[in-house]
Structures are given as structure tokens and as C-alpha cells.
């Protein structure tokens, strides 16, 4: 009888230990510390100042697993504050941590701040990169790949390896000048080439007959993006951390801000093949390769680059179209993606956002619905935190556009409640492509559609199979509709992820607000958080 009650305790002694080992391997804590200084490289031939991370150009690449906890120490050596934003990480509960200046202050030089987030229920492919100051444009980016927890399947065969491949359009003036000119009211002239990972030029090492995952971001400032491997097809498995139906395509266009992973098998003759992205919809066309190196390979890349798609709007439309999501697959939880019947939700408000540009006091603005963003000295979070009035604006935008509306500049805030179903369009009445962006979530991207958005344009949206995602593209004299789910407590910028536009107005905030303190909805105020503005002097937790 002893001896068989010796042996319980030792087997749940033992399931305790493996419990412990399994939580502390699925949920671990990972702990960097980052230092943010100049440097001088030359991505584009000449030597320039660039903003390096830990003395990388593209900075360190973030590999977490599937609610990964980060602890990371950012050093600030720049002359400039500065902050990073983790674009696509949701910080569930947790906007403190987002890295924009509506929830952050940011690191002053020769200063540091202790990031604490979780990658909660999260897979996929996504970046990180500074939000402050136009130092996107001088680097300071890097790529973020969640990867899934060993107890959750992926809808595909495990790759025998992973690339991340950001792409980017970039300019040989420095982010300071840059800066300057668009202070002065000037736009920004056309970038002056085309990166993958840094470099004009790169290579990528494979072995023939195996298949690799190819995760693709644009990092760049205002560009879309065409994406393409000679010789081989690519199969799209995952956009965003959304699991997608595999379909197999030449080519991908991929917009400002987006992220995708595609699967490209190596079964070619041995020899080099070029990658190449090159941009899209725009008169003079850049273009940066690198090379698919097969590892029993003894010729170079040769013949003709491969050919971007000939036509341009209608084409990339179409092939949008195509992005379903997989409803069977899991995503990072064990439950099916398509578990959750969106299309069956009645939306609690409509949204409509038009975007423009106009001279406000004889400078070059962006608005939406004709009310330019201005980033106060106080982030937003904190004012709502220490209940600090005359911060920011609740009625100075409407949910629909008006043409009788003046333009005006104001820091911009929607006020939601959590828990609402929201519809929000996108109108883009400019001929030029646009590209918006939400923290603290992705959102079902339902149409596309040319002209103006209308009530009666629902008819068209998808509400069986639209994948999720954060970063939504809209065409010229075109809209995009959205459906998202506001469950994610919190102050959540919503901008434009073509970055003069950003800069210069063209963004505003969603506060997912309800009266209950609990930490059910949001964590607390982090002990380590930065004051600036007017909560400098209000008590620290």
C-alpha cells in the first residue's frame, strides 16, 4: 500500500515538473537589451547615415514563439527621442507597450526604456520599426516572426528553412532633411532606389528539392511592392498571422506596411535564379534582386530579370480578391479560424474615412475627413490615465466626410466602447495608392471597390472567407471596408502607413474604452512608464 502511494506522489511530482517545463517552454520569457545608435553605411553606393540596432542594419531579427514574453532594454544613443513600435503585435490589454507617441513617451537620448509585452495568441510574419521623427527613413526596422506553439499545427508542411526578406524603398538624403522638408510644407521627391534586407544586392542559400518559407514585408516609406523568383512559383500559406487558402502564384504585390510568407519548393535544375521586387504603380521603376543560391549550384543568376505583372490596378485588385481565409485551419489557438462567424455580426457603427491633402496655413497637410492629426506633448493614454484635460479631441472628426467640412488640424480621437463590431471604409478620392494601418488589432478587409463607397456596396462583401489582417491597401478613386472586433481595451492609432502621410496629419486614434477597472480588460500602468508633457510630476504607480 506504501509503496504504491510513494509511487502516486512520484507520478504527479513528475506531471507537475513536466507541466511546469512544458508552460515555461510554450510561455517563456526572452530578455534583450537593444542600443539605438548612428552609423554610416551605403545601401545605395554612397555613404550616409543610418540608424542602426545593436550595430545591425536591418536591426535584429525578433524570433518569438506563440505568447512569448519580451523584456527588452532599449538604449537610446541618438541625439533625438526616440521610440519602436511593434507593427502587427496586438499587445493584448496592454496599449502602454505599443511604441506610437499617442501611448508612449519616448526615450530621450542617452536614456532607456524596458519594453514588456506578450505575443498572445499570435502567429505570422510581422516588423518592427521606429515611429518617431521620420527615423524609419534612416533604418532602425527589422523583421518579427512569431512562430506556433508545438501543441498547435500549421496547415502545411514544416519548411526546411525560414527567410525574411524586408523590402523597402529608401532615400540617399538623410531622415533630418527629409524631415525638414516636410516641416517646410514640401512633399517628398520619389525614393531613390530599392532594398531587400539593407542591400541592393543579396543571397539567399538553399538545397535543391527542399521547400523554404519566404517571409516578405515592406518596410519601405510610400511604395507598393512586386515580389518575384525567377523560375519558381510561391505558394501563399500566411498574411499577417492569418492561415490563408494555399493558393500558388507568379508573383505578389505586397503595399506599405503589409507582411506575407510564402512557401517556394527548390525542384529547378542546379543553378543561381534571381529574386526581384520591384515597385509598383509608379513612372520610374526601382528594382533590388538577390539570388536563390541552390547549394549544389555551379552557375550564376542569368537570362532576364522575371517580369512584373503588366497590368496594374484591376490586376492587383483581383488578385486580392484572391486572399481567402483558410476557415479550418488554426491560427494560434486550437480552435478553427472560421470558428468565429464574423459576417453574422451587426456592425454597431459605420465609419467612413476619406483622406486628402490640403495647405493648412500655407503648408502641405494630410487629413481625414478634413481634419489633420497633431501629436500633443502629452501621450493621449496618459492624459486619459491621470484625467488631464484639453489633450485631445473627441467630436473634432465625424464618421462621415463632408465636403461643407473646413480643413482644421486637431489630435484626433474616435471614442469607441469595447466590445463594439465595427464597419469602417476607407475612401480614397486621390490618385494615389493609400495604405492604412490599425495597432492593437487585425480586422476582416471584406471589399475592395472602385468609386464611391455606398451603403448598398455591402452587397459585395465577403462575409464567409476574408482573412484578417492589420495593414489594408486602397486603390486610387477606390475604397476598402473593414470589419473589426473591438475586444483589445485600450488607445489604438490608426494611420496611414505611408509615412509622409503619417507625418504630416494623416492619422488618428480609436479609444476602446469601458467604465470597468478591471485587469480583465487592461493591465495597469507600468511602474517603469515615462512622463513627459503635462503627467510629468503626476505620481508613478
Known amino acids: 500500500m506504501g509503496s504504491k502511494f510513494l509511487l502516486h506522489l512520484l507520478l504527479c511530482a513528475v506531471l507537475v515538473l513536466l507541466s511546469v517545463s512544458l508552460s515555461q517552454g510554450e510561455d517563456a520569457y526572452k530578455y534583450y537589451t537593444w542600443t539605438v545608435t548612428y552609423g554610416t553605411l551605403s545601401p545605395l553606393g554612397s555613404p550616409q547615415q543610418v540608424i542602426l540596432i545593436n550595430g545591425q542594419f536591418p536591426g535584429p531579427q525578433l524570433d518569438l514563439v506563440t505568447n512569448d514574453n519580451v523584456v527588452l532594454n532599449l538604449v537610446n544613443k541618438l541625439d533625438e527621442p526616440f521610440l519602436l513600435t511593434w507593427n502587427g503585435i496586438k499587445q493584448r490589454k496592454n496599449s502602454w507597450q505599443d511604441g506610437v507617441l499617442g501611448t508612449n513617451c519616448p526615450v530621450p537620448p542617452n536614456s532607456n526604456y524596458t519594453y514588456k509585452f506578450q505575443a498572445k495568441d499570435q502567429i505570422g510574419t510581422y516588423t518592427y520599426f521606429p515611429s518617431t521623427s521620420l527615423h524609419k527613413a534612416a533604418g532602425g526596422f527589422g523583421g518579427l516572426n512569431v512562430y506556433h506553439r508545438s501543441v498547435i499545427p500549421v496547415p502545411y508542411p514544416y519548411p526546411d528553412g525560414d527567410f525574411t526578406l524586408l523590402v523597402g524603398d529608401w532615400y540617399k538624403i538623410n531622415h533630418k532633411a527629409l524631415r525638414e522638408s516636410l516641416d517646410s510644407g514640401k512633399s517628398l521627391a520619389f525614393p531613390d532606389g530599392l532594398l531587400i534586407n539593407g542591400q541592393t544586392h543579396t543571397t539567399v542559400n538553399g538545397d535543391q528539392g527542399k521547400t523554404y518559407m519566404f517571409r516578405i514585408s515592406n518596410v519601405g516609406m510610400s511604395t507598393s511592392i512586386n515580389f518575384r523568383i525567377q523560375g519558381h512559383t510561391l505558394k501563399l500559406v500566411e498574411i499577417e498571422g492569418s492561415h490563408i487558402v494555399q493558393n500558388v502564384y507568379d508573383t505578389l504585390d505586397v503595399h506599405v506596411g503589409q507582411s506575407a510568407a510564402v512557401l517556394v519548393t527548390l525542384n529547378q535544375p542546379p543553378k543561381d535564379y534571381y529574386i526581384v521586387a520591384s515597385t509598383r504603380f509608379s513612372k520610374k521603376i526601382l528594382t533590388a534582386t538577390a539570388v536563390l543560391h541552390y547549394s549544389n549550384s555551379n552557375s550564376p543568376a542569368s537570362g532576364p530579370l522575371p517580369s512584373p505583372p503588366i497590368h496594374q490596378y484591376h490586376w492587383s485588385v483581383k488578385q486580392a480578391r484572391t486572399y481567402r481565409w483558410n476557415l479550418t485551419a488554426n491560427a494560434a ?32 497637410r494630410y487629413t481625414v475627413n478634413k481634419v489633420s492629426y497633431v501629436n500633443p506633448d502629452t501621450p493621449l493614454k496618459l492624459a486619459d490615465y491621470f484625467n488631464i484635460p484639453g489633450i485631445y479631441s473627441v467630436d473634432s472628426i465625424q ?15 474616435v471614442p469607441t466602447s469595447l466590445h463594439d463590431f465595427i464597419e469602417v471604409v476607407f475612401q480614397n478620392n486621390e490618385n494615389t495608392m493609400q495604405s492604412w494601418h490599425l495597432d492593437g488589432y487585425d480586422f ?62 494623416q492619422q488618428l486614434y480609436l479609444r476602446v474604452w469601458t467604465s470597468e477597472r478591471s485587469l480583465a480588460n487592461e493591465y495597469d500602468i507600468p511602474n517603469n512608464v515615462l512622463l513627459c508633457g503635462k503627467a510629468v510630476g503626476h505620481n508613478n504607480p
Open 333 to 364: 489557438r486550437p480552435n478553427p479560424q472560421g470558428s468565429y462567424h464574423y459576417g453574422k455580426i451587426t456592425p454597431t457603427k459605420t465609419i467612413v474615412l476619406s483622406n486628402s491633402a490640403s495647405l493648412i496655413n500655407g503648408k502641405l
Open 399 to 413: 464618421s462621415l466626410p463632408s465636403d461643407n467640412t473646413p480643413t482644421s488640424v486637431a489630435t484626433s480621437v
Open 444 to 505: 476582416w478587409v471584406v471589399g475592395y471597390g472602385f468609386g464611391q463607397w455606398t451603403p448598398a456596396k455591402r452587397r459585395t462583401y465577403n462575409l464567409v472567407d476574408a482573412l484578417t489582417r492589420h495593414t489594408a491597401q486602397v486603390y486610387p478613386n477606390a475604397w476598402t471596408s473593414i470589419l473589426v472586433s473591438l475586444d483589445n481595451q485600450g488607445m489604438w492609432n490608426l494611420r496611414s502607413a505611408v509615412w509622409e502621410r503619417q507625418y504630416l496629419g
